[in-house]
């Protein structure tokens, strides 16, 4: 499990993430193998889990984005929340490609992350999320799920894990 950085009623009222401009988007969420399998007991249907391990997109009418499939538009929750995917219990952070190189990341584009980037509090969080992601159990679900890592544009690269 890990700890969440932004509070639940602050990422309620942003309206930011789980919005994509392309169907095929770098940011759509990339699932890990132990993500499918508790979506998949947990009833989620199969057709929204793409073939390339994320979640499908789904064009919104009128509008020029897509959407998360399990994002509920009229309230901005999540319909999978408690059981929601790797990627999404750990954002504003990401697991990012550079150079041959895997980073901990962050998006700024997220306000909350923005208003406390390089704050005591972002600092302890990142080493927090530092020794995480470097333990041997994360290390061996990184290591089995290289999907996961893509090359973001518009981070702040945080520190190298070494994979």
Same mark, same amino acid.
């Given at each position: 499990?890990? =700890?969440?950085?932004?509070? *639940?009623?602050?990422?309620?009222?942003?309206?930011?993430?789980? @919005?994509? =401009?392309?169907?095929?988007?770098?940011? *759509?969420?990339?699932?890990?193998?132990?993500?499918?399998?508790?979506?998949? $007991? +947990?009833?989620?249907?199969?057709?929204?889990?793409?073939?390339?391990? $994320?979640?499908?997109?789904?064009?919104?009418?009128?509008?020029? #984005?897509?959407?998360?499939?399990?994002?509920?538009?009229?309230?901005? /929750?999540?319909?999978?929340?408690?059981?929601?995917?790797?990627?999404? $219990? &750990?954002?504003?952070?990401?697991?990012?490609? =550079?150079?041959?190189?895997?980073?901990?990341?962050?998006?700024?584009?997220?306000?909350?992350? $923005?208003?406390?980037?390089?704050?005591?509090?972002?600092?302890? #969080?990142?080493?927090?999320? @530092? &020794?995480? &992601?470097? *333990?041997?159990?994360?290390?061996?679900?990184?290591? *089995?799920?290289? +999907?996961?890592?893509?090359?973001?544009?518009?981070?702040?690269?945080? /520190?190298?894990?070494?994979?």
């Amino acid at each position: 499990m890990i =700890k969440k950085f932004v509070p *639940s009623e602050i990422c309620l009222a942003c309206q930011g993430c789980c @919005r994509f =401009k392309n169907i095929d988007s770098t940011w *759509s969420v990339a699932l890990l193998d132990s993500d499918i399998k508790r979506l998949l $007991r +947990h009833n989620i249907p199969p057709a929204l889990i793409t073939r390339d391990k $994320r979640v499908a997109l789904e064009p919104a009418k009128g509008e020029e #984005y897509f959407f998360c499939s399990f994002l509920r538009r009229d309230n901005n /929750s999540c319909r999978v929340y408690s059981f929601r995917p790797w990627e999404c $219990r &750990l954002y504003p952070f990401l697991v990012q490609k =550079k150079d041959n190189k895997t980073f901990l990341a962050v998006d700024l584009n997220c306000p909350y992350a $923005r208003s406390r980037f390089k704050t005591i509090d972002f600092n302890k #969080y990142t080493l927090y999320l @530092r &020794l995480l &992601l470097n *333990s041997p159990r994360y290390l061996k679900t990184l290591k *089995s799920n290289p +999907h996961i890592f893509q090359e973001y544009a518009g981070t702040e690269l945080i /520190s190298e894990i070494n994979i």
